[in-house]
């Protein structure tokens, strides 16, 4: 066995946990949210109206985690913002 293989860490990945984090509940009644398996950091962005996506906590039987604050590293935000930067500049 390589030596390096010894060094490494133990994986936290559980795939039996699964986590939930709010970015945005809309006035139109969507709630915006990431959803993860096993690791809160790889995640994929869904929307679902509010009863659907309390229906969808209870099913998953989630972990709910702060809600997302500004500048927490969404790059999809950061990228927005830099576009409408770029927009206003040229304006």
Known sequence: MDQ???NR?????????RYVRVCEQRP???IEFEFAIGDPALCVQLMLPE????EFCLTNEVIVLE?????????????NAAS????????
Not at 51 to 54: G, M, V
Not at 84 to 91: F, G, Q, R, T
Request: glycine share 8%; no cysteine; hydrophobic share 35%.
């Open 4 to 6: 390096q293989e010894n």
């Open 51 to 54: 009863a659907a996506f309390h």
């Open 84 to 91: 409408l930067k770029e927009i206003e500049d040229s304006v």
């Open 67 to 79: 809600p997302a604050t500004p500048g927490q590293g969404d790059w999809v935000a950061r990228l």
């Open 9 to 17: 860490p133990e994986s936290t990945f559980d795939a039996t946990r």
């Open 28 to 30: 139109d009644g969507f």
